[in-house]
Structures are given as structure tokens and as C-alpha cells.
């Protein structure tokens, strides 16, 4: 495996590139992401916030976090945000500075709940910084002044409920400040040719105002599911220290990640610990019924796993439609893929077995169905950001 996954080595070439600074991350965002080992020890599995922390923005000078949650958090840089508070507070008579002690000053600001939580006020005072952090000066050795800008990065956590779809007779008020001061943060050539870095953070583009989406001044990312080679290497570290790890599993390291492909780290973890722990061997049947659970739960309920137990043998007429797909179950077995049709129209009324059918042929064929749920909401970008979610999961 590389240093780095895919999607952050191209993170880090846009953004060296200095083609753009802003980046929104989607998908996976709440799985643990492989991070190179720190001083020849082991690989780490960080989330997503702290790789970006700890590892993309390592070379900078001052990384803030804010999410409508916790609001404005200070990862790095401590001292320099807190200078700022001092000559923020001395112009604007705001009284954030006031810290019983100022040793380590990003947690004491944490702890303390002196910075803001509301989106209007937290950016507008991250977007200070940032313009201050920019006109700093130095004086060099030959006593002349210098410019001295800090290498800025900020990060907004759950960015789908600080800047979410609405339509624009809704964007009032303190909702088209929020928006403005995001989309500003990717367009003004002052910032983008900084050595700052903006990253929004949210579950799927569906949830996020389309103004942002469809921005051609920042760049979209999809966090992906870790890939087979990847869970192997995961699984290896994860039972490092069990030595009779082999002797639980009915499958090689290799098999066995290739049966995980298509969960993440946090729900592989959850299944091989589980096994562990209870002492249950990792049989195919054990694998298969907790890996359909924890992609249903993944999900949100919005798809359903069905294990067919009959074939086409069960279905009574219909002669036509099952000797076509009895000759098309034949092709897949054979794994002659490519001269299958892409997909099959049914059409009926209800009650004329159009499902059974269906779930009929999975049983011919020997594949799970993945039935989807009602995915419909009531709310705008809803359904969108709820299919977007089933088609990233399976």
C-alpha cells in the first residue's frame, strides 16, 4: 500500500498543484483511514478529522476544526490563535482571551467553551484569523520587515447542517452569510494562493447547497471504502496479538479480506473483534449474516439483504419470462457477464408476482437481493442525499 490512500495523494497534488485550496470530502468520512507509521512504528488508523490534523496539514502552522456541535476548536497552533484573541478581543471588546492558565491554549480554549458554537459567529471569527494570519510580518536579519504568513488550514466537520440544500427563497439571514463566507474561502485569489486549505466534510454532496457542489473553485474527493489489499493489511494489524488467530478462521488473510470488500474499517473491526472475544470461528455463515446486518445498519434501513431459498422451479407460469432468465442464470454461473443485459424492466399489476420472480431468480442464481427501502423524503435534498447513500454502500 502506499504512503498515503488514493484519494489524499490527490488531495495533496491538487493543493500543491495550487490549482485550488478548497476541498470537500465526501462518502466514507466516519471510517478510520491508514496513515503512514510514525518513526518506523506501526501503521495507524486515524479518523478523519485527525488524519487531516495529523498527517495532510502536519506542515502547518495553525489547523481549526468547527462543527455546529462543539463549535471552533483549536487542533494546532495554539499560541498564535490566542495572540489573536488578545488584539480581537482589545478592538471588539469581546472577552474570548479570559483563560485561567495559558498552558496548552487550543485544549484550555476547548475546555473553557469561550469560542463560539453558532455558524455565523464561528466562521466569521475563523475568517479573521485567516485574513490576520496573512498580514503578518517578521523583521529579518538586516532589520528589514518582512511578510510572514502562517500556513492556515480549516476544517468544518458535518458540513451538510452549517451550509445545507436549500433553495434560495430560504437563504436569508444568517444562512446566506454562512454560505458567502464558505464559497469566498474557495474563490478569492488572496486565499487560494495562500498557503491556506479549506476542507468541508460531509457524508454525501446531496446534503450540501448546491452552490457549493457545483463550485468549479474547490475540489470534490470521495473517501472509498478501504479495497481488499487494504482490509488485508487492516485485519493482520487488527489481530497482531492474537497468535491463534488462524486456528479461528475458516479462511486465509487474503479470502477472508476479500469477503469484507465492501464494509469499512470500523465494521470489520466490530466483526473480527466480535468473533474474537466471543470465541465464534469465522465461518462463511457467520461472516455473511453479520456482514449483511452491519451494511443494514450502515444504511440506515434504507436496504434490505434477501437470501432467496427458492428458484425459478417455485413459480407457477410465466413460462416465457423463466426460460429467458433460466438461460441468462446459466450465463452467470459460467460468469459470462458480458452477455447478460445491464438490468431487467418488470412490469405489471400489482399482485402478478413481479417480486417473486425476482427473488426467485436470485435463488437460480445464488446471489443475495438487496432490496431498497422507501428512500422518499419530504425534505428538500433528502431523497437525493438517502439514494446517493445506497448506491456509495453497495
Known amino acids: 500500500m502506499s504512503a498515503l490512500t488514493p484519494w489524499a495523494e490527490e488531495m495533496r497534488g491538487i493543493f500543491r498543484s495550487g490549482s485550488t485550496s478548497q476541498f470537500i470530502l465526501y462518502g466514507g468520512v466516519h471510517d478510520v483511514v491508514a496513515a503512514p507509521a510514525a518513526d518506523g512504528g506501526a501503521r495507524r488508523y486515524l479518523s478523519l478529522p485527525a488524519f487531516l490534523t495529523e498527517v495532510m496539514f502536519e506542515p502547518f502552522d495553525v489547523v481549526l476544526h468547527y462543527d455546529r456541535g462543539r463549535g471552533v476548536r483549536v487542533k494546532k497552533g495554539g499560541p498564535h490563535f490566542y495572540k489573536f484573541l488578545e488584539a480581537f478581543?482589545?478592538?471588539?471588546?469581546?472577552?474570548?482571551?479570559?483563560?485561567?492558565?495559558?498552558?496548552?491554549?487550543?485544549?484550555?480554549?476547548?475546555?473553557?467553551?469561550?469560542?463560539?458554537?453558532?455558524?455565523?459567529?464561528?466562521?466569521?471569527?475563523?475568517?479573521?484569523?485567516?485574513?490576520?494570519?496573512?498580514?503578518?510580518?517578521?523583521?529579518?536579519?538586516?532589520?528589514?520587515?518582512?511578510?510572514?504568513?502562517?500556513?492556515?488550514?480549516?476544517?468544518?466537520?458535518?458540513?451538510?447542517?452549517?451550509?445545507?440544500?436549500?433553495?434560495?427563497?430560504?437563504l436569508v439571514g444568517e444562512r446566506s452569510q454562512v454560505l458567502i463566507q464558505l464559497l469566498e474561502w474557495a474563490s478569492d485569489p488572496a486565499i487560494a494562493g495562500a498557503f491556506v486549505a479549506t476542507v468541508l466534510i460531509t457524508d454525501a454532496l446531496a446534503g450540501l447547497h448546491p452552490a457549493l457542489v457545483e463550485s468549479p473553485y474547490n475540489a470534490k474527493l470521495q473517501v472509498q471504502l478501504p479495497s481488499a489489499a487494504e482490509l488485508e493489511e487492516y485485519v493482520a494489524d487488527l489481530t497482531a496479538g492474537e497468535p491463534d488467530f488462524s486456528r479461528l478462521s475458516d479462511f486465509g488473510s487474503r479470502e477472508l479480506a476479500a469477503k469484507l470488500v465492501g464494509l469499512s474499517r470500523v465494521n470489520v473491526r466490530t466483526l473480527v473483534l466480535r468473533a474474537l472475544r466471543n470465541g465464534e470461528r469465522l465461518t462463511h455463515g457467520f461472516i455473511s449474516e453479520l456482514r449483511k446486518e452491519l451494511i443494514e445498519k450502515e444504511a440506515g434501513g434504507l436496504v434490505e439483504f434477501v437470501e432467496s431459498r427458492r428458484t425459478l422451479d417455485a413459480v407457477a407460469g410465466h413460462e416465457e419470462a423463466k426460460a429467458w432468465l433460466r438461460q441468462d442464470a446459466e450465463l452467470f454461473r459460467r460468469g459470462a457477464v458480458r452477455a447478460l443485459p445491464m438490468g431487467y424492466l418488470l412490469a405489471g399489476r400489482i399482485g402478478t408476482g413481479k417480486t417473486f420472480l425476482v427473488t426467485c431468480l436470485a435463488g437460480e442464481v445464488g446471489v443475495p437481493v438487496v432490496e431498497l427501502k422507501n428512500f422518499r423524503d419530504k425534505w428538500v435534498g433528502s431523497t437525493e442525499g438517502n439514494l446517493e447513500k445506497i448506491f456509495t454502500i453497495l
Not at 89 to 100: E, I, K, M, S, V
Not at 104 to 115: C, Q, T, Y
Not at 129 to 135: P, Y
Open 89 to 170: 478581543d482589545a478592538f471588539q471588546g469581546t472577552n474570548w482571551a479570559r483563560l485561567p492558565e495559558k498552558t496548552h491554549v487550543g485544549e484550555a480554549l476547548d475546555l473553557a467553551n469561550l469560542l463560539p458554537r453558532d455558524a455565523p459567529r464561528a466562521l466569521e471569527l475563523m475568517h479573521r484569523f485567516l485574513r490576520g494570519s496573512q498580514s503578518l510580518t517578521r523583521v529579518d536579519d538586516a532589520g528589514r520587515r518582512v511578510a510572514a504568513p502562517l500556513k492556515v488550514a480549516l476544517v468544518v466537520e458535518y458540513a451538510e447542517f452549517v451550509a445545507p440544500r436549500a433553495d434560495a427563497l430560504q
